[in-house]
């Protein structure tokens, strides 16, 4: 009785401790799932704040441009008003120069007239007796009175000729000093513009890096698929769940009412990387797919329904002769490892699981677990 006792507590230890450990696991498991969906939320919210530093990027480029063309029409405008400032102070020389020669004509003649007398000119002519004499001082007089009412008139407009000039040229200098004055403040503006857009390049530069591992580690998670595909679809052959060959034919569209191609198979040019890189599938969406259901392409049998770090939850059919479908970062899967499926059969949810930047379906299909163009091979039609 004893030994039985000993020997039922020895199994009911043992179930416990299997029991914990499978605890520890499913915790383990649950712990990892966490840290995962953490890292892809980062990666995503690194992927929005990259397209942020783009836009900042983009205006302040045109921020730059614009303040370069405003410096260089100020330039010019600076230029253009120190040559107007050399013309008219030449022009103020050569007005000034012949004010004063008519001012001293005038100077001259006045001294001349004070050294008459006190007798005028007109005086004198009229003391005239012979009629002819008279007569021709008359015509000298007027000649010589109009001469210096001329030169009196002439003297004034040159005046203020020359200090319009003046005012011209001083009017000239406040200009190309404001101008100099706002050339400095662009000048400054520009070199904090310049060091700012290189403080986000310098951002965008290292998220740059982390994005591009991101994506690399998508492509090393597709070849290593490779391989778990091929020893799926092998344990389901050897134990005749799956057929032997592909029926052929077009297959259905992974994606009911949902007909773009967002994003094609084959090297690609990355939307944020701006390099290429391979796209092992075709990812399909639209507005207000989330959620919708994504069917199969063809009959066949599930041998693989999981999570995956890069194809968040995914799903793998064989539909015999090497030839497997993929299905990836759904937000739910509808169906199970070894189940069958006919072609249009709902299998799982659209979502945005793994590395994902929005909600869609990534469709593959693989001949011998190899991942081939399935628009490009004919599998669907586009």
Request: glycine letters at 6%; charged letters at 30%; hydrophobic letters at 35%.
């Amino acid at each position: 009785m004893k030994k039985f006792i000993s020997f039922l507590l020895a199994i009911i230890m043992l179930v416990s401790q299997f029991s914990f450990a499978a605890t520890t696991k499913e915790q383990q498991l649950k712990d990892k799932k966490s840290n995962i969906t953490k890292t892809q939320n980062e990666i995503k919210q690194n992927e929005q704040q990259q397209k942020n530093v783009r836009s900042e990027i983009n205006t302040l480029d045109g921020s730059i441009n614009d303040t370069e063309v405003q410096i260089s029409e100020t330039q010019n405008r600076i230029a253009t008003v120190e040559r107007n400032i050399k013309y008219t102070e030449e022009d103020i020389e050569i007005k000034q120069a012949e004010y004063d020669k008519n001012y001293e004509l005038r100077k001259d003649r006045m001294v001349a007239y004070y050294k008459v007398g006190t007798i005028s000119l007109e005086e004198s002519v009229a003391k005239i007796k012979d009629e002819s004499d008279r007569m021709y001082m008359e015509k000298a007089l007027e000649k010589v009175i109009n001469y210096d009412t001329n030169l009196i008139n002439d003297l004034e407009a040159q005046r203020i000729a020359l200090e319009a000039k003046k005012a011209e040229l001083d009017a000239q200098k406040v200009e190309l000093a404001e101008l100099k004055a706002g050339l400095e403040v662009k000048l400054a503006s520009l070199e904090t513009t310049l060091k700012k857009r290189e403080s986000y390049l310098t951002t965008l530069k290292n998220d740059h890096a982390e994005l591009e591992k991101s994506v690399d580690d998508m492509k090393k998670e597709a070849d290593r698929l490779t391989k778990e595909i091929q020893e799926a679809a092998a344990a389901a052959a050897r134990a005749n769940k799956t057929s032997s060959t592909y029926k052929g034919g077009t297959m259905k569209w992974p994606l009911p009412g949902y007909y773009v191609v967002t994003s094609p198979f084959g090297n690609r040019l990355h939307p944020i990387l701006k390099t290429y890189k391979l796209h092992t599938g075709v990812d399909l969406a639209g507005s207000g797919c989330n959620g919708k259901p994504v069917v199969a392409a063809a009959d066949g049998t599930v041998i693989v329904a999981k999570y995956n770090v890069a194809y968040g939850n995914y799903i793998v059919i064989d539909h015999g002769g090497g030839i497997t479908t993929l299905y990836a970062h759904s937000s739910k899967l509808e169906v199970k490892v070894g189940q069958t499926v006919k072609a249009g059969q709902e299998i799982m949810k659209v979502g945005t699981t793994g590395y994902s930047t929005g909600p869609h379906l990534h469709f593959e299909v693989r001949e011998n677990g190899s991942y081939v163009d399935p628009i490009g091979k004919g599998y669907i039609k586009g």
